[in-house]
Structures are given as structure tokens and as C-alpha cells.
């Protein structure tokens, strides 16, 4: 890693169970600043508990958080929204408010956490939308829009207020090739024009590396890496190498396989 | 334990839930909004659980007075007893019914869908977006759906003791007119309040604190079997608090 950058969020030694069963045993990870981790693991590995631990969302049974230098532990209510101000959230299940409609769910953060006008939230949420290709689609509920266009339009709303840390949650599961694609594809153009800290969650393996900077793996209730996705995908840690194996065969070559993906890019 | 945690949890939701209501800005859009839904929606079964309320009130006053040649009590004894009792209880229980389930519903699978984490990650307070304005709006609007039933009731009673077993107009509201007091009317406001507050109070928290109950609350049968807990724990509190607010004010 290079040490020049800012820590944005640092994991040391987490513990956690629930009930019985440990699910972090010892985790520690480093998030730097303007750069994009992509956490990767089988699943129920405990990918989404480590997300929610970074969010407030978990309290560790012991360990740190820190989030921007302090600690989540010691943080009251009003130090927490502070600190999420500052974040963009795209749930693996997107989460958005199945009673409004697209519109409505895109101007909430501007609305409750602003005191723009009903004139500035149109303007601010209509571009958003077509950053992300809904124009039209401001009138529908979630109920009647397709994964693809779920996605996008949570990943508008985690965009909304311009957050320094951006949160993904499997951003592509459940969706095809195509859309898939689409995603990564809104989820590079927006990291070059907002320049944010990026955390991913996935299993899609092995796109995700190529849009990503660090890759850790989390086996065992523990964390392995973060390395380059060059260095992971040629690393002797076996539970790396296993999982290397399993997802991509035995031989990758990222030259020969899917080279006009991302041309677009 | 469980039952500790449980009350305990319930206590802080609700000191909670009134200071984000006392924090400023206000916005008064989501509590008309509110007020639209826990009140305007809940007039039709006001008015006709009040006007039938009434008319029973009406014909089992008649039958019992006429036995001690009191039917002038008639209008007196019909008022007193919505003013005091029945319009607060009954109004409170069917609100329950219609307004608290759909609380609880919407919150718990709000909780279910992570939305609630989604507006906590938002750095929005969910008790002030959420919780703060159905309070606000219960308060205010279930003193006048009591209001609502007790007139309603009266009119009910007026029908049936007037129209139906020819007591004098005159008596039946001279009667009232002499016997209700303004402690009557303000036993009737105080219970009216304490009901609103615990109908919200108790279905929001049940539906906000859906993750924690004991049988997992998940899915749809979790949040049914919430559904009902917080309407059976409401209306249960609805009689309890009822007796409390009458052996303190009497």
C-alpha cells in the first residue's frame, strides 16, 4: 500500500459473533483515501457484517472501527450522522423506500439533510438521474422497476450529496452480463467526476478487479490482504490461492479474457 | 431479562422519539400528512362506531331509567358515559385497529427492507423522519376523533331516545346540559391524549424494534405476528391507562 495516503478507515483486530457463532475473528483492514477495495469471499463469510461494522451499523464485540480518525465506538449520535454525512450506501438489497417514487427516494438526502428549495432538489435530482440514464423514470415506485434500474437508481441516491466514501453491497448480484456491466460502467464514470473512496462487497469475480485498486479476501473469519489484484490473484496465502482457483480456473488471463469489457470505460 | 430489556427499550424509544419531535427545524408537511392518515382516514369508522355506540347507549338507558321513572336522565346519562369512557376507549381501540396496525406494518417492514439502516447510513434520524411526526399527529388528532364520537354518539342517542321512544327534545339535551361538567370534558381530553400517545407509541416501537423480538421477526410472518402483538399490547395498555386516568382524576 502506499503509506502517503490517507487512512479513511481502519479496521484492527474486530471481533464478532452472533450467538454462537464467530463470524470476525480478528479482523484488521485499512481503507485509503481515493482509492477503491473490493472485499471478496464466499458467501456468509461475513463480507456484509465487516460493511455494516464500517457504516455504525454493527458495534464490534472487541476491536476498532475508526472511521476518519475516531473511533465508531466512542461516537454518540450526533458524531455518528456527522461521520455518515460523508458516506454513500448502495444496499445489496438497495433499500429504497418502497412508498415513494424514484423522484422522491433521489431528493430525500437533499431534502432532509439541506435546506435547498424544491427548485435547487429538481435541478440537482434530475441531473443525477441522467448521469445515471433514468430520465422518465421519476414517477415510478420501485415496485415496478427492474433490478438493473434499482440499482441505479440507489447508487443515484447514495450519489445525491457528493459522499467522500461510497459503500457497494454486491452491487451486480442478481443482475445479467449486460447489466452488470452498466453498473461497473456508472460506477467508474462517477469515480472519476466525484473522486471517491470506494468499498466494495462482491463476488463477481473476476471483473470487479479490474475496476478495483486492493483486493481482500475474508476466509476463516479473517481478513487476508488487502494486495494489488495483480499480486492476489498470484499469491501463495492457499486460502487466496483456493479461492483464485474456484472462481477463476486454474489459468486467468486477463489479457485474453473479456479484453472489450471495458472499453467503454 | 428479556422483559427488562424489552421496557427498558420501549422507555428510550419514547423519550426518543419527543426530543427528536422538540429539535428543530420543524416541518409541518409530513405531520399534516400524518394527521390525514391517523385522523381524516379514521372518520368513517369514528363516526359509525360513535352513532352506534350511541344508539345502544340510547336504548339501554331508556330500558334501565324508564324502570325508575328517570328517562329525563336519558340525554345526561348517554353523554357522560361517551364523554367520559366510552368515546376515549372505543375511539382509541378502533384507531388502533386501523391507524396502530399500519403503523407497526409499515415500520417493522421498513425495518425488514433495511430502509431504516438505509436512512440511518443517509445520516437521517429516523425518529425525527419517521417516528416524531406520527406522534405529533396522533396527539392532535385523536382528541378531535374523540370529540367526533362523542357527538356523533349523541346525536346516536338524541335518534333513538327522541325519534324512536318519544323522550322530549328538551329533556333529553336540558338533561345533558345540567349534569355534564367541565371535569367530565376533561377527564374525557386527558384520556383521549394518553391513548393517542400510546397507540403510536407502542405500535411504532414494536414494528422499529422488529429485528429484536424473541421469534426473529422475520419476513412476512414476523411482521404479521408484530402486526398483531402491537395492537393486542396497545389495546391491553388503551384498559390499563383507562383505569389509571379515571382513579386519578375522580
Not at chain 1, 464500517?54 to 472501527?65: A, E, R
Not at chain 2, 324508564?66 to 340525554?75: A, E, Q, V
Amino acid at each position: 500500500m502506499k503509506p502517503e495516503k490517507e487512512i479513511v478507515i481502519e479496521l484492527e483486530d474486530v471481533h464478532k459473533s452472533f450467538g454462537s457463532q464467530k463470524v470476525l475473528d480478528g479482523v484488521s483492514l485499512k481503507i485509503l483515501a481515493g482509492t477503491t477495495t473490493v472485499i471478496v469471499g464466499a458467501s456468509g463469510q461475513g463480507k456484509s457484517v465487516i460493511l455494516k461494522h464500517m457504516l455504525g451499523l454493527l458495534k464490534p464485540d472487541s476491536g476498532q472501527v475508526r472511521v476518519f480518525g475516531r473511533d465508531l465506538a466512542q461516537c454518540n449520535k450526533a458524531d455518528m450522522r456527522q461521520i455518515r454525512s460523508s458516506f454513500g450506501v448502495l444496499f445489496q438489497n438497495i433499500a429504497l423506500f418502497d412508498s415513494m417514487n424514484v423522484y422522491d427516494n433521489v431528493a430525500l438526502p437533499l431534502r432532509e439533510r439541506t435546506r435547498s428549495n424544491e427548485k435547487q432538489v429538481r435541478v440537482a435530482v434530475e441531473e443525477k438521474l441522467a448521469l445515471m440514464g433514468l430520465e422518465g423514470q421519476e414517477d415510478k415506485f420501485p415496485a415496478q422497476l427492474s433490478g438493473g434500474m434499482k440499482k441505479r437508481v440507489g447508487l443515484a441516491r447514495a450519489l445525491m450529496l457528493d459522499p467522500k466514501v461510497v459503500f457497494f453491497d454486491e452491487p451486480t448480484t442478481g443482475l445479467d452480463v449486460n447489466k452488470s456491466n452498466e453498473i461497473y460502467r456508472l460506477f467508474y464514470r462517477t469515480q472519476q467526476q466525484l473522486n471517491y473512496t470506494a468499498v466494495i462487497v462482491s463476488h463477481d469475480v473476476p471483473k470487479i478487479f479490474k475496476l478495483s485498486d486492493y483486493v481482500a479476501l475474508i476466509a476463516n473469519s479473517r481478513m487476508h490482504g488487502p494486495l494489488s489484484p495483480e499480486v492476489f490473484q498470484l499469491s501463495d496465502n492457499p486460502l487466496i490461492r483456493d479461492f483464485v482457483l474456484e472462481t477463476m480456473g486454474p489459468i486467468y488471463s486477463s489479457e485474453t479474457e473479456e479484453s472489450l469489457l471495458y472499453e467503454t470505460f | 431479562m428479556y422483559f427488562f430489556a424489552w421496557y427498558g427499550r420501549l422507555g428510550l424509544f419514547l423519550l426518543t422519539s419527543v426530543f427528536a419531535l422538540l429539535r428543530p427545524p420543524y416541518k409541518i408537511m409530513p405531520v399534516i400528512r400524518q394527521i390525514h392518515f391517523i385522523g381524516a382516514n379514521s372518520l368513517y369508522v369514528i363516526v359509525f362506531t360513535g352513532l352506534f355506540t350511541g344508539m345502544v347507549l340510547g336504548l339501554q338507558g331508556y330500558y334501565t331509567l324508564n324502570k325508575f321513572g328517570s328517562i329525563g336522565f336519558l340525554g345526561a346519562a348517554v353523554a357522560i358515559s361517551l364523554i367520559r369512557e366510552l368515546g376515549p376507549v372505543l375511539a382509541a381501540l378502533m384507531v388502533i385497529g386501523r391507524a396502530g396496525s399500519a403503523i407497526c406494518a409499515e415500520v417493522g417492514i421498513m425495518r425488514n427492507s433495511e430502509q431504516i439502516d438505509a436512512l440511518e447510513c443517509m445520516a437521517i434520524d429516523p425518529f425525527r423522519y419517521l417516528i416524531a411526526p406520527k406522534l405529533l399527529a396522533a396527539l392532535i388528532s385523536m382528541p378531535l376523533l374523540v370529540c367526533i364520537f362523542d357527538v356523533v354518539g349523541i346525536f346516536g342517542g338524541y335518534l333513538v331516545g327522541v325519534h324512536l321512544f318519544d323522550v322530549g327534545a328538551g329533556a333529553y339535551f336540558q338533561g345533558m346540559y345540567q349534569n355534564v361538567v367541565w371535569q367530565d370534558l376533561e377527564m374525557g381530553f386527558v384520556k383521549s391524549f394518553v391513548f393517542g400517545l400510546l397507540m403510536v407509541w407502542i405500535s411504532s416501537a414494536r414494528g422499529f424494534y422488529l429485528h429484536l423480538e424473541r421469534d426473529g421477526g422475520f419476513g412476512a410472518q414476523g411482521v404479521s405476528r408484530t402486526t398483531t402483538k402491537a395492537v393486542v399490547m396497545a389495546s391491553v395498555a388503551v384498559l390499563v391507562w383507562d383505569y389509571l386516568v379515571s382513579a386519578i382524576m375522580l
